[in-house]
C-alpha cells in the first residue's frame, strides 16, 4: 500500500462470502483508532435475481429510513437492449427485508439505473423514467395509494422540493457515451457537434411542462474550452441541484473526431438557464456533490498533476484540496448530515476489492467501512460500482455489490456505532 507498512490482522466475516478487514493497525497516514472494527455489514437483497440502486447523488431511503428503494434484473454482464425491462421496488428493513414491486422501466443503464429515487419533500411519492413508444417518459407514484402520473419527458436531478426537474438528452448521451444513457430511441441530432435544439431541459413535475434552457450550441461558444477542439462533438450529463435549489451544477462534455477520450468542465447555473458559472474549466473533473448551496466537492485531473478532491466555491476562483493525504483516488463522494463527515468509495485496487470508508473533515481521519470483492467479469459499462448512499438519518449505508457470490446484490451497512 504505497510505501507505508501496515500489519494486518483478518477475520473472516460471512457477510454473503465477504472478506473483511476487522482490525488495522501499524503507521497508515490518516487511519483513524475508531476503525479497528468495522461496521456490520448484511445483505438486503438475494438472488436468483439481481438487484441494484445505481447513482450515489439520489434519495434510496424513505424520510422514516424503513423503505430502501432498488431496481431488480434478471441478466448481468452485457449492455442493455431496448426490449430488456427492469422492475422497481422497495425494500422494507423492518420486515425482513421483504421485496415488493412498484413497477418497470425499459429507459435504463447499470450506472444510473432509472434515476429511481424518493421524491424531495414527499413521504410517498417516488419517480423513474420510462420509456414510451417513441419517447422517455418519467412516472411519479405514490407507494401508499398506489396512484401513478406519467410525465411526457424524463427528468435527471430533482429540486430539493421536489417540485422541478433537470434533464440533459438521454438520446445524445447513448450515442456519446453508451452506458449513461438509455437504449431504444436514436439522437436525432447526431450528426451535429453541437445542435440548439438539444441540451439541458427544465421539466414541471407538476405539470410536466419541458423547456430547452441550455442549449448544446450556446456553450460550445461559451468561454474558452481547453484544447479548443474545432471538430469535437458536445453533450452534457452529470446534473445535480444544490441544496437550497438556488442553482444546479453539471458537466459539458466533449470528444474530438477520432479520439475516444473526452474533455470535461463542471458549470454551475440558475434553474432556468440563466447565470452561467463555469467552477473548472481543466478538462477533467469526475464526481461530484454539493457540500451546500454554495460549495461543491470535486475530484479533478489537473493537467499539473494534483489530482484531488477540491472544494469549490461557486462563482468565484476560490478552490482548496480536502483530504490531502488520505482521499487520494477519485470515488463517489457524498456528505454525511452536518457536513462532518465525507461518505466515499473507491474502483477496485490490484486485489479487485473496493474500499468504502468515511473521512472526518474535522479530524483528517479515515475510517474504512468495508472491503468487497469486485469478480473480474464486473468491468467496463457493466461494472458493479459501490456508490455507497446513506440514510436520512446518517445511521446507515447501503451499497451494490457483488462479493456475495449472488451477483450485484444491495448491501446495509450499519454506521451507527461510528458517528454517534
Same mark, same amino acid.
Given at each position: 500500500?504505497?510505501?507505508?507498512?501496515?500489519?494486518?490482522?483478518?477475520?473472516?466475516?460471512?457477510?454473503? !462470502?465477504?472478506?473483511?478487514?476487522?482490525? *488495522? +493497525?501499524?503507521?497508515?497516514?490518516?487511519?483513524? $483508532?475508531?476503525? %479497528?472494527?468495522? &461496521?456490520?455489514?448484511?445483505?438486503?437483497?438475494?438472488?436468483?435475481?439481481?438487484?441494484?440502486?445505481?447513482?450515489?447523488?439520489?434519495?434510496?431511503?424513505?424520510?422514516?429510513?424503513?423503505?430502501?428503494?432498488?431496481?431488480?434484473?434478471?441478466?448481468?454482464?452485457?449492455?442493455?437492449?431496448?426490449?430488456?425491462?427492469?422492475?422497481?421496488?422497495?425494500?422494507?428493513?423492518?420486515?425482513?427485508?421483504?421485496?415488493?414491486?412498484?413497477?418497470?422501466?425499459?429507459?435504463?443503464?447499470?450506472?444510473?439505473?432509472?434515476?429511481?429515487?424518493?421524491?424531495?419533500?414527499?413521504?410517498?411519492?417516488?419517480?423513474?423514467?420510462?420509456?414510451?413508444?417513441?419517447?422517455?417518459?418519467?412516472?411519479?407514484?405514490?407507494? !401508499?395509494?398506489?396512484?401513478?402520473?406519467? *410525465? +411526457?419527458?424524463?427528468?435527471?436531478?430533482?429540486? $430539493?422540493?421536489? %417540485?422541478?426537474? &433537470?434533464?440533459?438528452?438521454?438520446?445524445?448521451?447513448?450515442?456519446?457515451?453508451?452506458?449513461?444513457?438509455?437504449?431504444?430511441?436514436?439522437?436525432?441530432?447526431?450528426?451535429?457537434?453541437?445542435?440548439?435544439?438539444?441540451?439541458?431541459?427544465?421539466?414541471?413535475?407538476?405539470?410536466?411542462?419541458?423547456?430547452?434552457?441550455?442549449?448544446?450550441?450556446?456553450?460550445?461558444?461559451?468561454?474558452?474550452?481547453?484544447?479548443?477542439?474545432?471538430?469535437?462533438?458536445?453533450?452534457?450529463?452529470?446534473?445535480?441541484?444544490?441544496?437550497?435549489?438556488?442553482?444546479?451544477?453539471?458537466?459539458?462534455?466533449?470528444?474530438?473526431?477520432?479520439?475516444?477520450?473526452?474533455?470535461?468542465?463542471?458549470?454551475?447555473?440558475?434553474?432556468?438557464?440563466?447565470?452561467?458559472?463555469?467552477?473548472?474549466?481543466?478538462?477533467?473533473?469526475?464526481?461530484?456533490?454539493?457540500?451546500? &448551496?454554495?460549495?461543491?466537492?470535486?475530484?479533478?485531473?489537473?493537467?499539473?498533476?494534483?489530482?484531488?478532491?477540491?472544494?469549490?466555491?461557486?462563482?468565484?476562483?476560490?478552490?482548496?484540496?480536502?483530504?490531502?493525504?488520505?482521499?487520494?483516488?477519485?470515488?463517489?463522494?457524498?456528505?454525511?448530515?452536518?457536513?462532518?463527515?465525507?461518505?466515499?468509495?473507491?474502483?477496485?485496487?490490484?486485489?479487485?476489492?473496493?474500499?468504502?470508508?468515511?473521512?472526518?473533515?474535522?479530524?483528517?481521519?479515515?475510517?474504512?467501512?468495508?472491503?468487497?470483492?469486485?469478480?473480474?467479469?464486473?468491468?467496463?459499462?457493466?461494472?458493479?460500482?459501490?456508490?455507497?448512499?446513506?440514510?436520512?438519518?446518517?445511521?446507515?449505508?447501503?451499497?451494490?455489490?457483488?462479493?456475495?457470490?449472488?451477483?450485484?446484490?444491495?448491501?446495509?451497512?450499519?454506521?451507527?456505532?461510528?458517528?454517534?
Amino acid at each position: 500500500m504505497d510505501s507505508v507498512e501496515i500489519t494486518r490482522r483478518q477475520l473472516l466475516r460471512y457477510a454473503g !462470502g465477504a472478506l473483511a478487514l476487522t482490525a *488495522l +493497525s501499524g503507521r497508515a497516514a490518516g487511519l483513524d $483508532p475508531e476503525s %479497528r472494527n468495522l &461496521a456490520p455489514v448484511r445483505p438486503i437483497t438475494r438472488g436468483p435475481k439481481f438487484h441494484w440502486f445505481a447513482y450515489y447523488d439520489k434519495l434510496q431511503f424513505d424520510p422514516t429510513c424503513r423503505y430502501v428503494l432498488g431496481m431488480e434484473v434478471d441478466f448481468e454482464h452485457r449492455s442493455p437492449m431496448p426490449e430488456d425491462v427492469i422492475k422497481v421496488g422497495l425494500v422494507d428493513l423492518k420486515d425482513r427485508d421483504r421485496w415488493t414491486e412498484l413497477g418497470q422501466s425499459r429507459a435504463w443503464c447499470w450506472q444510473q439505473g432509472c434515476m429511481l429515487q424518493w421524491r424531495p419533500g414527499s413521504k410517498t411519492e417516488i419517480l423513474w423514467n420510462d420509456r414510451q413508444g417513441e419517447r422517455f417518459v418519467s412516472h411519479i407514484l405514490d407507494v !401508499g395509494t398506489k396512484k401513478k402520473r406519467t *410525465l +411526457s419527458y424524463p427528468f435527471y436531478a430533482v429540486s $430539493p422540493d421536489g %417540485r422541478t426537474a &433537470a434533464a440533459p438528452d438521454f438520446r445524445r448521451i447513448q450515442d456519446m457515451r453508451p452506458g449513461y444513457g438509455y437504449a431504444g430511441l436514436p439522437d436525432p441530432h447526431a450528426d451535429q457537434p453541437a445542435p440548439k435544439d438539444s441540451g439541458i431541459f427544465r421539466v414541471d413535475l407538476e405539470t410536466g411542462r419541458q423547456d430547452l434552457i441550455i442549449s448544446l450550441a450556446e456553450i460550445a461558444r461559451f468561454g474558452k474550452i481547453p484544447g479548443e477542439p474545432k471538430d469535437a462533438k458536445h453533450y452534457f450529463n452529470h446534473l445535480l441541484f444544490n441544496t437550497d435549489g438556488s442553482r444546479f451544477i453539471f458537466l459539458h462534455r466533449w470528444r474530438a473526431k477520432g479520439l475516444r477520450s473526452f474533455g470535461t468542465r463542471m458549470l454551475t447555473a440558475r434553474p432556468d438557464g440563466t447565470d452561467i458559472h463555469i467552477v473548472d474549466d481543466y478538462g477533467r473533473t469526475s464526481h461530484f456533490i454539493w457540500r451546500d &448551496a454554495k460549495h461543491i466537492l470535486a475530484w479533478a485531473w489537473h493537467p499539473s498533476g494534483a489530482n484531488a478532491f477540491y472544494l469549490y466555491e461557486d462563482r468565484t476562483r476560490n478552490v482548496e484540496v480536502v483530504g490531502k493525504g488520505v482521499m487520494t483516488s477519485n470515488g463517489h463522494c457524498s456528505y454525511l448530515p452536518g457536513n462532518k463527515r465525507i461518505l466515499n468509495d473507491t474502483y477496485p485496487d490490484k486485489q479487485r476489492k473496493q474500499h468504502v470508508y468515511l473521512f472526518n473533515v474535522e479530524t483528517a481521519k479515515k475510517v474504512p467501512l468495508g472491503a468487497f470483492y469486485s469478480p473480474q467479469e464486473y468491468k467496463g459499462e457493466w461494472r458493479c460500482d459501490t456508490h455507497p448512499r446513506f440514510s436520512p438519518d446518517g445511521r446507515s449505508v447501503v451499497i451494490d455489490s457483488p462479493h456475495g457470490g449472488n451477483g450485484r446484490q444491495m448491501h446495509l451497512i450499519d454506521i451507527s456505532a461510528i458517528i454517534r
